[in-house]
C-alpha cells in the first residue's frame, strides 16, 4: 500500500510461509503501528476497517493473520526497502463503532522473541559459561529464520562441573535476558536483514559505529522533529562495590566498578561532575568468584549509566529514512548541551495513509556533544 509519495508499506503474513496479503484484506488497512525497545520485545498492531464480508476474523484459520500466524512488515523508501517488523500474530480483537466511529479490527503480535517464551524448562548447562550456553539455547530456533548474533562478555569464568553446573529455570528468553543482565547487555530479537528473517542479538548496547542521520530540531527547512523534551534523573547513576570471599581459598577480594566504561555519548558525563553525590550500592552477589562478582559489579553500573534522555516525536516523511531503536542517532540544533549522539532506547512508528510519525526515546550519560559532524538526514 503506498502511503505517501516515496513511502510505502507491505504487509506479508501467513501460517507458514509469509506472502503479501491479499488486495481485498490490505484495501482494509487503516493504520500501522510499529513499537521497537531495548527493554522489551518489539511489537505491532495493525487496525483494519470492519465493514463489508468477514474475511478477518482472530478465530478464522483461513485467515493469513490469524492467531500464531508469521506477520512481516517491510517499509520502502524511496528504491529502498527496511524490514520494520517480522513476528508472531498474538491477538485479534473486534472494536465495534460507536458515537460514529467506524467498527474495527485490531491485530496484535510480538516479535519472534514469542517463539523462546512459549516453554519453561529446567535445564542444565554443565561445564558451559554464559557466551557458549547463549549460542547452545539459540541454535534450535535457526530453522525458524532467528539467527544468533551473540557478542562474548569481557569476562569469561567457565564453569568446572565439580564446583558448579549453571542451571536454568524458565524460557529460553526469561533465561537469556537474566544471563545478560548479569553483564549490563541487552537480549532482543531484530528483524531482518531480509523478510522471513530475524536476528537474536545478545550483546551490549549499541554505541559503536556510523549513527543514523540526525533529527533535527529548530533547524528551518531542514527541521523533521515535531516535539522533543530533556530530562535528567540525577538519582539514576551508581557505583557498586563489596567484597567476595572464594570458598575454595578463603581469600577475600574487593570488588569496585565507580564508573560506566561504555564509549562515551556526552562530552560531560553526569557522574564526572557529581562524584560526591553518586551513590553507591553493595554487591549483592552470590558469585565467588572474584572475576565474574566484578563482572556483575559492572554491569550493574552500565545498566544505570544513562541518565539523560530526550522523548519526541518526529515526521518520518521529512526524516527520509527509518530510525530504528537500539543503535546510535545524530541530534542537531537543540544546543550544544543537547546535541551530538545519542542512544535511541525505544522507537515507535505510526502509519496512516499520507503520514508516518516517529515516537522516540534517547538516552545517554551526561551532556555535551563529542561529535562536530552528524550525518543529515535525507529531508
Known amino acids: ?72 512488515l517491510v517499509l520502502t523508501v524511496g528504491a529502498v526497502p527496511h524490514v520494520l517488523f517480522d513476528g508472531i500474530v498474538t491477538e485479534g480483537r473486534l472494536e465495534p463503532g460507536t458515537g460514529g466511529r467506524k467498527s474495527t479490527w485490531v491485530i496484535t503480535g510480538e516479535d ?18 554464559d557466551y557458549p550456553a547463549v549460542l547452545t539455547i539459540l541454535a534450535p530456533y535457526a530453522g525458524q529464520g532467528l539467527l544468533p548474533q551473540v557478542i562474548p562478555p569481557p569476562s569469561l569464568d567457565p564453569p568446572l562441573p565439580i564446583d558448579r553446573i549453571p542451571t536454568q529455570h524458565g524460557t529460553d528468553l526469561a533465561h537469556l535476558s537474566a544471563l545478560a543482565g548479569r553483564h549490563g547487555y541487552v537480549a ?7 523478510p522471513g528473517t530475524s536476528l537474536f542479538y545478545w550483546g551490549p548496547p549499541v554505541r559503536l559505529g556510523a549513527p543514523q542521520p540526525a533529527l533535527a530540531v529548530d533547524l528551518g527547512h ?23 570471599m572464594d570458598r575454595r581459598t578463603g581469600v577475600q577480594t574487593p570488588v569496585h566498578a565507580p564508573v560506566s566504561l561504555r564509549p562515551p555519548l556526552a562530552a560531560v558525563p553526569f557522574t564526572a561532575t557529581n562524584v560526591q553525590q553518586i551513590r553507591t550500592r553493595r554487591l549483592r552477589d552470590g558469585s565467588s568468584n572474584p572475576v565474574t562478582a566484578q563482572a556483575r559489579a559492572q554491569g550493574q553500573v552500565e545498566v544505570a549509566a544513562d541518565n539523560v534522555s530526550a522523548e519526541g516525536s518526529a515526521d518520518g516523511v521529512r526524516y527520509g529514512s527509518v530510525l530504528r531503536a537500539r543503535g546510535l542517532v545524530g541530534l542537531r540544533g537543540a544546543g550544544w548541551d543537547h ?18 510519525t516517529v515516537g522516540f526515546t534517547l538516552t545517554r550519560e551526561g551532556h555535551g556533544s563529542v561529535s562536530p559532524v552528524l550525518p543529515r538526514a535525507a529531508s
Open 188 to 194: 532482543y530479537a531484530t528483524p531482518g536483514p531480509v
Open 339 to 356: 546535541d551530538g549522539l545519542w542512544y535511541a532506547k525505544r522507537v515507535e512508528h505510526t502509519l496512516t495513509m499520507g503520514a508516518y
Open 112 to 129: 519472534l522473541g514469542n517463539l523462546l517464551d512459549r516453554e519453561e524448562r529446567d535445564v542444565e548447562h554443565a561445564g558451559l559459561d
Open 1 to 72: 500500500m503506498s502511503l505517501t509519495s516515496g513511502l510505502r508499506l507491505t504487509i506479508l503474513a501467513g501460517h507458514t510461509l509469509p506472502v503479501p496479503l491479499p488486495f481485498p484484506l490490505a484495501d482494509r488497512v487503516r493504520s500501522v503501528t510499529v513499537t521497537e525497545s531495548d527493554e522489551e520485545r518489539s511489537a505491532f498492531s495493525i487496525v483494519f476497517d470492519a465493514a463489508g464480508p468477514a474475511v478477518l476474523t482472530p478465530f478464522n484459520r483461513a485467515s493469513p493473520l490469524a492467531a500464531f500466524s508469521r506477520a512481516v
Open 222 to 244: 531542514d527541521s523533521n522533529v515535531k516535539q522533543i523534551s530533556f530530562r535528567t534523573e540525577a538519582s539514576a547513576p551508581t557505583t557498586v562495590s563489596g567484597n567476595v
